[in-house]
């Protein structure tokens, strides 16, 4: 057998992304904001993209070279329930609304003038539009240049960059003095001055700190309490008898110091919120209408984009061919835009009035009669792959009369019931332990064995250890913790 190079034909069939393909799948997965960000920039690098405000439509369309001289984006995208939670695909009926009768969610206060004949009962809410509020370092920040001047408000700014949103120094004082080059008793005088500060027991290194300081302000700081202070995992357990040998106090002194330590807050930071909190601005809005549920796109985030064939027409006039080669390559990607993020918005509404129609008694009724859900039930439903409902869900938020939600969040595994084959979704079941807890009497905690009796006479087929995960899930002590918690309230 001869050894040699040779040359071979072969044929194979790959599937093969486009660039466009690629962009498409990107630009679903984009929250409103994140489109807008990317449509600014496309904004910026295509010359042949505009965009038009809804008052200037007819302006738009007379400057333009005729009808078909631009290519908008729907602005909304309001589909009834008779529509949208039934039809495979979107169509021009689906945008053909009576604005005398519809109601739409508007971007500002002035939006609602006109609607209702200027007879509106309510005036505008001027406290809407107010500032936010300081956060703990800029409220701390302040206090440093009414208190403190020179070195030791270099030192004092240095310290409140390390206080946490719960308003506790995590830093070694040494390891400060030495990065700082200053004396270690001076940085302990400045943090003494910093823990003087509002709110309250600020600054504190710990718990015991932090509540002892707001002892000393409420001049309650006794010898009896600054020894219950430093023994704090005896009140957390309720050894009273303990804690009244050590402190020297009798019963009614005990329940005295007890209620006192309950007034402070073992976290004084966080009225103040912490860090700037970043609004969640719904894609969706869900709203019930005569017919059933409309699903509306949230297009107050993003700019009507139109193509002007127009400019491109005065740009290509007269120019040299590789001008008109970039100008075509322009045109092509805008229109391809426009079209991409039409088919965007149509498959976002498809997805959402699916999980609409599948947990349609959650929105009536609230969470206890939500369904388990899957991302491959709503792919089959709206004969999608189950990776672009995955894009569609999210980083997508949709408001209804309920609330603010992910759109992840209407998807859970199922519990199965004891009787028959039906199911209950787990988030259902979490609200249900959760109202159980909050309802139970200080004599009487329920422990995870008789919750778990408790659903399973309900109908809920489950077992001890699922109910110990949703409860450690939602943030709930053991049963024992609980007791002890409810013996300190009182």
């Known amino acids: 057998m001869a050894l040699g190079p040779r040359l071979d034909l072969r044929q194979s069939q790959s599937l093969v992304m486009t660039p466009q393909l690629q962009q498409a799948i990107k630009l679903l997965a984009l929250s409103n904001l994140e489109l807008e960000t990317y449509l ?105 240049g009414e208190r403190f001047s020179g070195v030791e408000a270099m030192i004092a700014e240095q310290l409140v960059a390390l206080i946490d949103e719960a308003g506790y120094l995590r830093a070694d004082l040494a390891e400060v003095a030495q990065r700082l ?78 209620r006192e330590l309950r007034g402070y807050d073992p976290k004084p930071g966080l009225k103040f919120g912490g860090d700037r909190s970043q609004a969640v601005v719904p894609d969706l809005f869900i709203r019930p209408t005569t017919k059933g549920w409309a699903v509306e796109i949230n297009s107050s985030t993003l700019p009507r984009l139109l193509v002007n064939r127009r400019y491109y027409t005065e740009l290509a006039t007269g120019a040299a061919a590789k001008s008109k080669a970039w100008l075509s390559e322009q045109l092509a990607s805008a229109n391809w835009l426009v079209r991409a993020l039409d088919q965007r918005q149509r498959t976002i509404i498809k997805v959402a009035s699916a999980i609409v129609k599948q947990q349609e008694g959650f929105f009536l009724h609230g969470v206890a009669h939500m369904r388990p859900l899957t991302l491959r039930q709503i792919a089959e439903e709206i004969g999608m792959h189950e990776s672009t409902v995955s894009r569609v869900t999210s980083n997508k938020y949709l408001s209804c009369p309920r609330g603010l939600f992910e759109l992840k969040y209407f998807f859970s595994s199922g519990i199965a019931a004891t009787e028959g084959d039906g199911a209950v979704s787990a988030e259902a079941v979490k609200s249900r332990i959760k109202a159980m807890i909050e309802a139970e009497d200080a004599k009487a905690i329920l422990s995870d064995e008789t919750i778990a009796q408790r659903l399973s006479a309900e109908g809920h087929d489950i077992a001890r250890r699922t109910v110990v995960k949703y409860r450690e899930a939602m943030g709930f002590g053991s049963s024992v913790q609980r007791r002890r918690q409810k013996a300190l309230a009182g």
Request: charge should be negative.
């Open 40 to 144: 600014a920039e496309a904004l910026e690098g295509n010359p042949l993209l505009d965009t038009a405000s809804a008052d200037s439509d007819s302006s738009a369309a007379d400057a333009m070279d005729g009808p078909g001289d631009e290519t908008p984006i729907s602005e909304a995208a309001s589909l009834d329930a008779d529509h949208a939670l039934s039809s495979e695909s979107g169509t021009a009926n689906d945008l053909d609304v009576d604005m005398t009768v519809e109601s739409f969610h508007h971007d500002s206060a002035s939006d609602n003038v006109g609607l209702s004949g200027g007879n509106d009962s309510e005036g505008i809410d001027f406290d809407s539009f107010a500032g936010e509020d300081a956060t703990l370092h800029e409220h701390l920040l302040a206090q440093v």
């Open 181 to 258: 080059g200053v004396p270690l008793a001076l940085v302990e005088n400045v943090l003494a001055g910093v823990q003087g500060f509002d709110p309250s027991g600020v600054g504190g290194r710990d718990l015991a700190e932090c509540i002892a300081i707001q002892a000393r302000e409420a001049d309650r700081y006794d010898p009896a309490m600054a020894t219950m202070i430093a023994h704090l995992d005896l009140v957390a357990k309720g050894a009273f008898p303990q804690l009244k040998r050590i402190c020297g106090v009798d019963d009614e002194d005990l329940a005295d110091m007890i």
